[in-house]
């Protein structure tokens, strides 16, 4: 089963100002792909209005209704997108499903050492340009020194994966230097360890306490379907509709990055998504 490079992500950008845009993934699935479409989404400051999965397993297709900024840089997103999902080598330019998919590889972290003058509005600056490097910034500390000066460690992880290059943390420097004009004394870039990478990263699990609640694996025969209620949130999980699927529904107050937090929590725990269905 083949498909075009091309055809891998398409979007369909609106006509109409304040209308969302439509963007269609078709690719091999895996678990934790739809939280990993999510997680570039919000990256690009765009608002997930409405989505739509479905998959048989190995094979998915997945449709996203966003609102975007007028700035968006959709070709570098479409790329970042197409890079996400599973393929193998790009042979006449046709990706094949490969079942034997590998984990993938943790980031490199690396720490982003920043000694400059302070001024007001700086680390927003600072944290603006490395977003727009596509840096993820995975921990920060700012020390101020009486004299004016400042000291920023940033913990960074780098999306296209070349900060370890010397070209890339040129880039970065002169982007620094661009928005904050003469007033960097020093900068360094330099990959860290695994302990202190580790260090700097916040688990991204639920508290056990509500975790246990919520995703509780082993469901006994005897309750088919669990029900929890609280501030007016809803989760029901259902067991009795399918011997091989569990329904999980879910009502709650709408925001900005919700279908990432439910994607991001159910690829936690190895939970493969069949299908999708936002109202």
């Known amino acids: 089963m083949g498909i075009l490079h091309d055809d891998v992500v398409l979007i369909s950008q609106s006509d109409k100002e304040g209308e969302p845009s439509v963007i269609t ?19 690009f400051g765009l608002s997930i209005v409405r989505g739509d999965v479905s998959t048989d397993g190995k094979w998915c297709y997945i449709v996203f209704w966003v609102v975007c900024k007028p ?6 997103l479409k790329k970042r997108l197409v890079e996400a999902c599973p393929c193998c080598s790009s042979a006449s330019e046709i990706f094949f499903y490969r079942s034997e998919l590998q984990p993938p590889k943790p980031p490199d972290v690396f720490l982003l050492k920043l000694c400059c003058y302070d001024r007001k509005g700086l680390l927003h600056d600072v944290t603006e340009v490395l977003c727009n490097l596509e840096l993820n910034i995975k921990k920060v500390k700012v020390s101020t020194i009486p004299d004016g000066t400042v000291i920023d460690l940033f913990f960074v992880t780098d999306t296209r994966e070349l ?26 870039i330099e990959k860290v360890g695994p302990e202190i990478a580790a260090c700097s990263q916040a688990s991204p699990f639920l508290p056990s306490g509500i975790t246990e609640d919520i995703f509780h694996l082993e469901v006994s025969n005897e309750l088919p379907s669990i029900s929890l209620t609280s501030n007016n949130v809803s989760v029901v999980m259902d067991n009795s509709l399918s011997p091989a699927h569990t329904l999980v529904q879910i009502v709650c107050q709408d925001h900005k990055g919700l279908l990432y937090d ?18």
């Open 25 to 43: 993934v078709n690719c091999p699935d895996k678990t934790g792909l739809g939280c990993d479409l999510c997680r570039i989404l919000l990256f």
């Open 71 to 76: 700035t968006t840089r959709w070709e570098l």
């Open 163 to 188: 900060l370890h290059t010397k070209i890339r943390q040129e880039e970065t420097y002169k982007a620094l230097e661009d928005i904050m004009q003469r007033i960097v004394i020093n900068f360094n």
């Open 262 to 279: 439910i994607m991001r929590t159910l690829k936690d725990y190895s939970i493969q998504l069949c299908k999708i269905i936002t109202i």
